[in-house]
């Protein structure tokens, strides 16, 4: 499996980007799809994932600005950030695994090269 991600650049705070990932391999439309992101300095974190029947889970800091969505017909996935704050300067990785559990554990099994979102204020 390989992922493509792309959608990245600079917005100012309170704008709006979107994300895309696609995916090439047939085991797109059973797998879990997600979004990580890593800030300088910091740890990577989950941001979104979204299984193949649609149940998405999000990080609380981006619940209510964030949504993550997949076309399996495209296999690709989506992030669409609203309301960005400088907070969510970031380099963005979408990630696959067969489970959520891979997810919950930090340990998706194909990872897509970044994509860097810088807010400013």
């Known amino acids: 499996v390989q992922l493509q991600a792309s959608g990245g650049g600079l917005v100012q705070a309170g704008g709006s980007l979107r994300l895309s990932c696609a995916a090439s391999?047939?085991?797109?439309?059973?797998?879990?799809m997600g979004w990580y992101r890593q800030a300088p300095g910091k740890q990577r974190e989950m941001v979104a994932r979204i299984t193949s029947d649609g149940s998405a889970n999000y990080v609380d800091s981006v619940k209510g600005r964030f949504t993550i969505s997949r076309d399996n017909a495209k296999n690709t996935v989506y992030l669409q950030m609203n309301s960005l704050k400088p907070e969510d300067t970031a380099v963005y990785y979408c990630?696959?695994?067969?489970?959520?559990?891979?997810?919950?554990?930090?340990?998706?099994?194909?990872w897509g090269q970044g994509t860097l979102v810088t807010v400013s204020s």
């Open positions: 391999g047939s085991i797109f439309g059973e797998n879990v």
């Open positions: 990630a696959t695994a067969g489970s959520s559990l891979a997810f919950v554990l930090d340990s998706p099994e194909y």
